[in-house]
T-cell receptor, first 112, second 117 residues
């Protein structure tokens, strides 16, 4: 069975710090890895990664995939209180659909 | 563009009762997914529709759960009869068709929190 593991489970940092969130996966027929941010309700899409070594960037957030190590990281620089959320990592395999296998998430808290 | 919407946002029912959850995907999205998060666990896949057809229902826990997507637009998920362990947050997501074989990102709704007493 496919498995996604995120670490740490929880992280508390001060505003302005840089954080790195980790995601590792054990899957067959890997297609893509996705990152979502969940604040109160709907998980909000951040990135989809399909190719190893190519960084995706959006403002202060960036992410990269390492297919050799079966892992991905999500970096957030100059954190702000609005970055406080649960960050979810999910893998989409290729079985004719893109059903997602999620990790349990990393709860990030930014202290002013 | 309106996002994925779900109704209701919260439902509290007693064990043995029936509940129907509704999901309206983003207009034009043929793929519709149902997921569930039970307390303390990760979000888990339930099933996947392509238009009105069930592509994969391998994640459905048992036959008390029935999902439909008549006409290929909105979808309903009925739980009958509900049990205590069905409590959790039920998410719906939608996505466009693949382009050149590349997977497409899924956009999630806010979820329906179901509490079974």
């Amino acid at each position: 069975e496919d498995k996604v593991v995120q670490s740490p489970l929880s992280l508390v940092v001060h505003e302005g710090d840089t954080v790195t969130l980790n995601c590792s996966y054990e899957v067959t027929n890997f297609r893509s890895l996705l990152w979502y941010k969940q604040e109160k309700k709907a998980p909000t899409f951040l990135f989809m990664l399909t190719s190893s070594g190519i960084e995706k960037k959006s403002g202060r957030l960036s992410s990269i995939l390492d297919k050799k190590e079966l892992s991905s990281i999500l970096n957030i620089t100059a954190t702000q209180t609005g970055d406080s959320a649960i960050y979810l990592c999910a893998e989409a395999s290729n079985f004719g659909n893109e059903k997602l296998t999620f990790g349990t998430g990393t709860r990030l808290t930014i202290i002013p | 563009e309106a996002g994925v919407t779900q109704f209701p946002s919260h439902s509290v029912i007693e064990k043995g009762q029936t509940v129907t959850l509704r999901c309206d995907p983003i207009s034009g999205h043929d793929n519709l997914y149902w997921y569930r998060r039970v307390m303390g666990k990760e979000i888990k896949f339930l099933l996947h529709f392509v238009k009105e057809s069930k592509q994969d229902e391998s994640g459905m826990p048992n036959n008390r759960f029935l999902a439909e997507r008549t006409g290929g637009t909105y979808s309903t998920l009925k739980v009958q009869p509900a049990e205590l362990e069905d409590s959790g947050v039920y998410f719906c997501a939608s996505s466009q068709d693949r382009v050149s074989g590349r997977p497409r990102e899924q956009f999630f709704g806010p979820g329906t929190r179901l509490t079974v007493l």
